[in-house]
């Protein structure tokens, strides 16, 4: 059975194991954003837990130097016993609209070895249920054309294609599909 959990020093192990075998929690920054965690939960295993809960505020800022507000948002640990991935749910208060820095609501990234068992789908059924108790209407998540399985579990949980774009820059300014599930 998986389950969404919130990342508490309990579940931190299994975490951290998970990115000392390869694994990235970030499909954008890939091994460079798990070197960062492996550092950061090395330094401070809380204020890493802590981090990951994030009510917005402060500016953050882009790759191109950009500075933005920082949008309010929380990962949870996809769990299956132990951390079988990451999702993220990431919104801006008061409309379900995104800024154009921001590829969807809805972020996440199952490890190799226990992909193609639904736990995508079931992590994304699960983080909607969250979308709806925040009050949002409707959430957007994104997927390359090339990559079916995200495709699946987005059509799997209500989503529609919605367009294509061209990413930011700061992502590599590839072509994506943009899809919309309606809470």
């Known amino acids: 059975m998986v389950e969404l959990v919130k990342p508490a020093l309990e579940h931190l192990p299994s975490y951290k194991a998970a990115l000392e075998r390869g694994w990235s929690p970030d499909n954008v920054?890939?091994?460079?954003?798990?070197?960062?965690?492996?550092a950061a939960i090395e330094q401070d295993p809380t204020a890493f837990l802590?981090?990951?809960?994030?009510?917005?505020?402060g500016p953050i800022t882009l790759p191109d130097g950009t500075k933005v507000p920082r949008l309010p948002g929380f990962r949870r640990w996809i769990w299956d016993g132990e951390v079988a991935g990451s999702i993220g749910l990431r919104w801006?208060?008061?409309?379900?609209?995104?800024?154009?820095?921001?590829?969807?609501?809805?972020?996440?990234?199952?490890?190799?070895w226990k992909r193609r068992r639904g736990y995508a789908t079931e992590a994304v059924r699960l983080m909607l249920g969250e979308a709806r108790a925040l009050?949002?209407?409707?959430?957007?998540?994104t997927a390359k054309p090339g990559n079916l399985a995200s495709q699946k579990v987005v059509l799997a949980n209500g989503g529609r294609l919605v367009g294509r774009f061209f990413e930011d820059a700061a992502y590599g300014g590839a072509e994506s599909l943009r899809y919309r599930i309606d809470l």
């Open 135 to 141: 009050g949002l209407p409707l959430v957007e998540i």
């Open 29 to 38: 920054r890939l091994m460079e954003a798990t070197r960062e965690q492996l």
């Open 50 to 57: 802590a981090d990951l809960d994030d009510p917005g505020g």
């Open 92 to 112: 801006q208060r008061g409309t379900a609209e995104l800024p154009p820095h921001v590829l969807g609501h809805i972020g996440y990234a199952v490890v190799p």
